[in-house]
């Protein structure tokens, strides 16, 4: 069974960077698909950040060129810098992964119903 634990959320200001990190246990295919989502109060899940083992990574639009999706194989954790931070950033960020995966990049990839396994979250908050 897939295990994940997030770190890193905390209270910053507009302008500042954070570094979350999503530790993995018990992951057992060679391939990967991850990513990280966020949940903003009164708001839907929304798909930030994916990277899969084909080298694929994927963005949604508001965060290109801010945030970096990154994979640690040898610590086993997924990171997501996230700079230049402002004030509609903040939301719960969660990882997730697909442990089905044959690891190639798609479509589908910021999509909530492509991944089996959650992390419970950590939460980012950004004042102005």
């Known amino acids: 069974q897939v295990h994940l634990v997030e770190s890193g959320g905390d209270s910053v200001q507009a302008g500042g960077s954070l570094r979350l990190s999503c530790a993995v246990s018990g992951y057992t295919n060679s391939r990967y698909c991850m990513g990280w989502f966020r949940q903003a109060p009164g708001k839907e899940r929304e798909g930030v950040a994916a990277i899969c083992s084909d080298g694929g990574t994927s963005y949604v639009d508001s965060v290109k060129g801010r945030f970096t999706i990154s994979l640690d194989n040898a610590k086993n954790t997924l990171y997501l810098q996230m700079n230049s931070l402002n004030p509609a950033d903040t939301a719960v960020y969660s990882c997730?992964?697909?442990?089905?995966?044959?690891?190639?990049?798609?479509?589908?990839?910021?999509?909530?119903?492509?991944?089996?396994?959650w992390g419970q979250g950590t939460r980012v908050a950004v004042s102005s």
């Open positions: 997730a992964a697909d442990s089905r995966t044959w690891g190639n990049l798609g479509p589908w990839a910021l999509k909530t119903n492509a991944y089996d396994s």
